[in-house]
């Protein structure tokens, strides 16, 4: 089985090197990409989880939902709100990114172009059209 594997193995370098070498790169980016994701949302759970332990110490009333909880509790809420408003927000934002990288070609297809005015020494006068009312 071991021997079947480096052998599909070497043979895919062999064959397709160039091909192994993108791919393995575009999945180290992903890899990276992930990684990243996975960071930032762990330190907005543990900003997030430590503002219970602020409101106990500066003696902040919490909410009376919040207040029937254990101490331990309110903090793995906090901690797992932090992390699930991060990941809401990161895919939020790479939604949007991606609906406007795809409809860019259209936004210059149906850009309203300025008219062009042309003076007696060649100088060009780009003017817009004011809206009437």
Same mark, same amino acid.
């Given at each position: 089985? *071991?021997?079947? =594997?480096?052998?599909?193995?070497? #043979?895919?370098?062999?064959?397709?090197?160039?091909?192994?070498? /993108? *791919?393995?790169? =575009?999945?180290?980016?992903? &890899?990276?990409?992930?990684? #990243?994701? !996975?960071?930032? !949302? @762990?330190?907005?759970? *543990?900003?997030?989880? %430590? =503002?219970?332990? &602020? &409101?106990?110490?500066?003696?902040?009333?919490?909410?009376? /939902?919040?207040?029937?909880?254990?101490?331990?509790?309110? *903090?793995?809420?906090?901690?797992?709100?932090? /992390? %699930?408003?991060?990941? =809401?927000? @990161?895919? &939020?934002?790479?939604?949007?990114?991606?609906?406007?990288?795809?409809? %860019?070609?259209?936004?210059?297809?149906?850009?309203?172009?300025?008219?062009?005015?042309?003076?007696?020494?060649?100088?060009? /006068?780009?003017?817009?059209?004011?809206?009437?009312?």
């Amino acid at each position: 089985m *071991i021997e079947q =594997i480096t052998g599909q193995f070497l #043979q895919l370098l062999q064959i397709n090197n160039v091909l192994f070498f /993108v *791919i393995i790169f =575009i999945l180290i980016i992903i &890899a990276y990409k992930v990684f #990243q994701c !996975a960071l930032k !949302a @762990f330190i907005f759970g *543990i900003i997030a989880a %430590s =503002i219970p332990i &602020a &409101a106990y110490f500066m003696s902040i009333p919490l909410p009376d /939902v919040l207040a029937q909880m254990s101490f331990l509790s309110r *903090i793995m809420w906090f901690g797992i709100f932090g /992390v %699930s408003a991060y990941i =809401i927000y @990161f895919f &939020a934002t790479h939604t949007l990114r991606t609906i406007r990288f795809v409809l %860019s070609p259209f936004r210059r297809l149906f850009r309203e172009k300025p008219k062009v005015v042309k003076q007696s020494n060649n100088t060009i /006068v780009i003017a817009k059209d004011e809206d009437e009312n």
